[in-house]
């Protein structure tokens, strides 16, 4: 069975500093993995996600994650906080073939000090 | 417009009361899912369709049962609520076909069972 861990259920940096949220999945096939952003009150919104192409992938709003199959993670990371960057973030997973169901960490609360 | 939009986005009911939470999308998408986001543990998927006619249960639909009407519409009901089915409740599509990879999120029902 697939799963996802999100190290760290809150992560504080200060404004301009780097931005790195950890994922590490399990899966015993390849799989897409994806990151979504969930601002207050709102939706989830996908940031990025990684479909067996170029291993590092870039997304919206300056985010980037690296797919790194000898560790099994997809970290997050942004070279500079923004406060506008202050939202809860989840790493999903989806099996290539079979069921598109997607599996969910538990969620990295992001704040932004300025 | 949003294309997947939920009704309500808020509801406090009773312990023992039947609800519906409704859930309408105008990306002409195949597939359907409805999740819940409880603090500390995700998402985690209910019940998930295909089509019309292909129902699926996910990892935590005891107590839940769905309804798709449309293509458009896949609606989540309570038969008869109990506080620990409070949550945040999001609705979700997706194309079909194994080259789709990304899922579409409704903005949410805050369910209260009190």
């Known amino acids: 069975a697939q799963s996802v861990t999100q190290l760290g259920s809150h992560v504080s940096v200060s404004e301009g500093a780097l931005v790195l949220l950890r994922c590490n999945y399990s899966?015993?096939?390849?799989?897409?993995l994806f990151w979504y952003v969930q601002y207050p009150n709102q939706g989830l919104q996908l940031l990025l996600k990684?479909?067996?192409?170029?291993?590092l992938v870039k997304g919206i709003n300056g985010f980037e994650a690296e797919f790194k199959k000898s560790e099994t993670s997809f970290h997050l990371t942004k070279p500079s906080a923004h406060m506008s960057d202050a939202a809860e973030y989840f790493c999903?997973?989806?099996?290539?073939?079979?069921?598109?169901?997607?599996?969910f960490g538990q969620g990295t609360r992001l704040t932004i000090n300025p | 417009d949003a294309d997947v939009t939920q009704t309500p986005r808020n509801r406090i009911t009773k312990t023992g009361k039947r609800i519906m939470l409704e859930c309408s999308q105008t990306?002409?998408?195949?597939?359907m899912y409805w999740y819940r986001q409880d603090p500390g543990l995700g998402l985690r998927l209910i019940y998930y369709?295909?089509?019309?006619?292909?129902?699926n249960k996910g990892e935590i639909s005891d107590g839940y049962s769905v309804s798709r009407q449309a293509q458009a519409k896949f609606s989540l009901s309570l038969e008869s609520a109990i506080p620990n089915q409070t949550a945040l409740y999001f609705c979700?599509?997706?194309?079909?076909?194994?080259?789709?990879?990304?899922?579409?999120f409704g903005p949410g029902t805050r369910l209260t069972v009190t």
């Open positions: 979700a599509t997706s194309e079909g076909g194994l080259s789709s990879y990304e899922q579409y």
């Open positions: 369709s295909f089509d019309v006619k292909d129902i």
């Open positions: 999903a997973v989806r099996l290539i073939q079979g069921a598109q169901k997607l599996v």
């Open positions: 990306k002409g998408h195949d597939r």
């Open positions: 899966s015993s096939v390849p799989p897409y």
């Open positions: 990684y479909t067996s192409a170029a291993t």
